[in-house]
């Protein structure tokens, strides 16, 4: 029989008294200012100006929409706003300007900054002191449970940093701690030594109306999703979780015996099957009524029926493998908290309940299949070691092999975090951490430097644009600050796959490009180039006689349809396009007088991409350098100023640019390319081998190393080595019948 419900707490068999040395001092303050760290940077966040503009017309007193209302191309394509109580929060905590009267000055983000600190000290602390942390962090649990605690929650962190952003999921991941802990309290999941006192489950005693009581799991579990859903859209995953508890409680219950409370069976199908139903409700239980419950699928379908990839367009639906560019370290710590893992749930078999293994595992599956989930699977990390108890060990030592004092072990636990903290905090503080990441994300608050347009948000709302075309890193930036529509604005589920088809059409930059806009009848196109993937686009709009350069700055560039070219002449004082873009170029570089080097750095890389659609190589170079000279290990600098060298034949000068970037980021594939062309170019076919083999090995889908591989291998006398490399080269392009003919040509030996 479980307890009654005014049941006293229970005290564990295996309880310690406190240790005369507080050993969990540094293990809780070393992961919460760890946290703390990285959540205090630069805005970046891209939705965060949607979320902004919805909650502004949320009070200004517009329903929560069914449909998207936020563009002209689809604005009855059916979309469930199921952020709709964050969009409020960020507007009470976000810019207080109005979003239509910005002017040239960025918006003040001070309050963003705020909130996404104290969203993740709730988080760790929720993490750190949950599962009677609190009691092990004080001794209760000897000075060893005590000094290890921090240990995973610092690896999990450098998972979960990259989604420590101004975005709903911030708070499911809080939402999900809650949730997972009082599932395992109300199907008898988790560990006597793990949980200390149990209330009552509801499955006697309580009654049915436990489930709607919050003194009891099952009402606080109600309660919770009925919040969660009014903040994002992860509420759906309440009932899932509670679904795999009604499946594996029973499988626990067999498996773990010597863990279990006796004479405490799992709840009774009927109750578990209600509080799964009640969840359901509460996904209900929202503006958006039926729609909320439906929102996941429809989310999950939409492109089934297409072959429209997102995943070179939207970072997040990439996987964590194939990130482009960036979190070298990240991925590693993945691997290893992988295999670390399956080594935990083995030695403390029977101590971590069923349910976290299973969420460990799928959340690390779905982290290896898009990286959005690397997040989830961070907080996973985390609850798989803190839900193991204090004494989790259950393997016997070698004989004669004597187990050191505790307070060598402890002592071991401590040095490694406070080790961790010395080592990763100044690399936080100096940006060198997020370069080697290769994100755009800066130590501080205010946002990321060359990010936002602001100027040509200014002149849009100045000139009424009403339609517009905005890539999607330019897209919600213009949605807050201007009361026109724009194409496309990021969400995936609010747009067709056609449309997302086209949008990628657009992106291409080629004449196709120009006659999908020219169909739109656009009033403005506005492109933020700091990614790089709409130079093409740029350019030809540049060269178009059909479209005029309104505004340029550091952040992006506005064309306006060539009619309007008698408005625009008013406006500027500029005789023409390079003239306003070499004009932009010089305000930016004027913005790199003060701030930190890194952010210096990237006003001069800002600088140098206006200076190149300028046509002015020598005042791009400068510009680089001039960045190199603030922060001289920025990696893409140093990448950009080594490209520049490359196309001008300046081969000996550019390739230790490449190789330093490589240094600083190893995951540059386009840097390690572009060193083994200099090193060809230079003689050096065996050191090339190497560097297309590195860009081969950071991208294996990346055509040019391949095949670049294959002469590199073919000139240092490694034939069959060319041959291997201009088969997978085959495989990515297999109908191209050049290389088809010196495929055949290198088995034959008839080429050199």
Not at 231 to 239: C, D, I, K, Q, Y
Not at 322 to 351: A, Q
Not at 677 to 693: K, T
Request: glycine fraction near 10%.
């Amino acid at each position: 029989m479980p307890p009654p419900s005014d049941a006293r707490e229970v005290q564990p068999r295996h309880t310690r008294r406190p240790s005369l040395i507080w050993w969990g001092i540094l293990p809780l303050l070393i992961p919460v200012l760890t946290g703390l760290l990285f959540s205090w940077h630069s805005l970046g966040d891209l939705d965060i100006w949607f979320h902004l503009r919805a909650g502004h017309d949320l009070l200004e007193g517009q329903n929560v929409t069914s449909v998207n209302r936020y563009s002209f191309t689809e604005p009855d394509h059916p979309w469930v706003n199921h952020e709709w109580m964050f969009q409020i929060l960020t507007v009470l905590t976000g810019p207080k300007e109005s979003p239509s009267s910005n002017g040239f000055e960025l918006p003040d983000v001070t309050g963003w900054n705020l909130m996404r600190s104290a969203l993740t000290l709730l988080l760790m602390l929720t993490i750190l002191t949950g599962d009677r942390g609190l009691f092990r962090l004080r001794g209760h649990e000897g000075p060893t449970a005590a000094a290890w605690t921090g240990v995973p929650v610092l690896v999990g962190l450098l998972l979960l940093w990259p989604r420590l952003t101004i975005r709903p999921e911030l708070i499911s991941y809080f939402f999900l701690v809650l949730l997972i802990r009082w599932a395992e309290q109300f199907f008898l999941m988790s560990s006597p030594l793990q949980s200390g006192a149990q209330m009552d489950t509801g499955s006697k005693g309580g009654g049915w109306v436990a489930l709607f009581d919050p003194r009891h799991p099952g009402g606080r579990i109600f309660l919770l999703t009925v919040i969660w859903a009014q903040f994002h859209g992860f509420a759906s995953l309440a009932p899932l979780v509670l679904l795999m508890c009604v499946l594996l409680s029973p499988l626990q219950a067999r498996l773990f015996r010597r863990e279990s409370r006796p004479g405490t069976p799992v709840p009774a199908l009927g109750q578990a099957t209600a509080l799964v139903i009640l969840a359901l409700i509460a996904l209900i239980m929202t503006p958006n009524g039926w729609n909320g419950l439906l929102m996941p699928f429809r989310a999950l379908g939409q492109f089934s029926q297409s072959q429209v990839d997102l995943r070179s367009t939207i970072s997040e639906l990439v996987p964590l493998k194939d990130s482009p560019n960036s979190l070298g370290l990240t991925i590693t710590v993945y691997r290893v908290s992988l295999v670390w893992g399956i080594v935990w749930i083995s030695v403390t078999f029977g101590r971590v309940s069923l349910l976290r293994i299973l969420v460990f595992a799928l959340a690390a599956l779905a982290a290896w299949t898009n990286q959005r989930s690397i997040g989830i699977y961070g907080v996973a990390f985390m609850l798989l070691h803190t839900g193991a108890g204090g004494n989790p060990w259950r393997f016997p030592l070698p004989r004669g092999f004597r187990r050191p004092p505790s307070t060598w072990s402890a002592g071991a636990g401590l040095i490694i975090t406070l080790l961790a903290a010395v080592l990763l905090w100044p690399q936080i503080v100096s940006d060198n951490f997020y370069l080697r990441e290769g994100v755009g994300r800066r130590f501080g608050s205010g946002l990321n430097p060359a990010r936002y347009p602001a100027t040509a948000a200014e002149s849009m709302s100045r000139a009424g644009s009403r339609l517009y075309f905005a890539n999607l890193d330019a897209a919600a930036y213009l949605l807050a600050h201007t009361s026109g529509r724009t194409f496309i604005d990021g969400r995936t589920e609010a747009y067709s796959a056609d449309l997302w088809a086209e949008y990628l059409d657009i992106k291409r930059g080629d004449d196709k490009a120009l006659q999908l806009l020219a169909r739109r009848r656009l009033d403005a196109v506005c492109l933020a180039t700091s990614g790089g993937s709409f130079v093409k686009l740029a350019g030809q709009l540049l060269d178009s006689p059909d479209w005029d350069l309104w505004t340029a700055e550091g952040a992006g560039l506005l064309f306006r349809p060539a009619d309007d070219n008698p408005r625009k002449m008013a406006a500027t004082s500029s005789g023409n396009d390079r003239d306003l873009l070499a004009q932009a170029a010089a305000r930016t570089l004027a913005s790199a007088e003060s701030g930190s080097p890194s952010r210096r750095a990237d006003f001069c890389l800002a600088a140098g991409h206006l200076y190149k659609f300028a046509g002015n190589d020598a005042q791009r170079e400068a510009a680089f350098r001039r960045g190199l000279s603030h922060k001289s290990d920025h990696p893409t600098l140093n990448h950009n100023l080594g490209t520049l060298l490359l196309n001008q034949g300046r081969f000996q000068e550019a390739l230790p640019y490449f190789l330093d970037a490589l240094q600083v980021n190893g995951r540059l594939a386009g840097s390690a390319l572009n060193a083994g062309v200099c090193q060809m170019r230079l003689r050096q076919p065996g050191e090339a081998v190497g560097s297309f083999q590195q860009a081969a090995d950071i991208d294996p889908d990346r055509f040019e190393a391949w095949v670049n591989l294959s002469v590199a291998q073919l000139g240092s006398g490694n034939r069959p080595g060319a041959v291997q490399a201009l088969e997978r080269a085959l495989e990515l392009r297999p109908r191209d019948r050049r290389l088809q003919k010196r495929l055949r040509e290198l088995k034959g030996g008839t080429r050199d």
